[in-house]
Nanobody
Framework: QVQLVESGGGLVQAGGSLRLSCKAA????????MSWYRQAPGMPRELVAS???????NYADSVKGRFTISRDNPKNTVYLQQNSLKPEDTAVYYC?????????????????WGQGTQVTVSS
């Protein structure tokens, strides 16, 4: 059983900062891409940032220069440092990871989602 557990959301004023964390727990053989998505009310879920196991990073244009994604491979954890937050960053943020569980065949990779953490930025 694999779970993604998120933490770090909250309420912050515009211009402030938050740091989100997401830890993958359970019977894991390897973790490939780890990503953060967000979903605002009435909007589709969108990719915010992703990082591969070898450190290749991709950001949505809307967060470039303000958000930083990083991961700690021994801890199976991905982080999202959010600086210069804007009201339009308000959303539920979801962690996603592509994981090969223990005992799986070499080609088996499954996508897992965290439960989501609310980020609210007041103006």
């Amino acid at each position: 059983q694999v779970q993604l557990v998120e933490s770090g959301g909250g309420l912050v004023q515009a211009g402030g900062s938050l740091r989100l964390s997401c830890k993958a727990a359970g019977s894991i053989f390897s973790i490939h891409v780890m990503s953060w998505y967000r979903q605002a009310p009435g909007m589709p879920r969108e990719l915010v940032a992703s990082i591969t196991s070898d450190g290749t990073i991709n950001y949505a244009d809307s967060v470039k220069g303000r958000f930083t994604i990083s991961r700690d491979n021994p801890k199976n954890t991905v982080y999202l440092q959010q600086n210069s937050l804007k009201p339009e960053d308000t959303a539920v943020y979801y962690c996603n990871a592509d994981i090969s569980p223990d005992g799986s065949r070499w080609w088996e990779v499954y996508g897992y989602w965290g439960q989501g953490t609310q980020v609210t930025v007041s103006s």
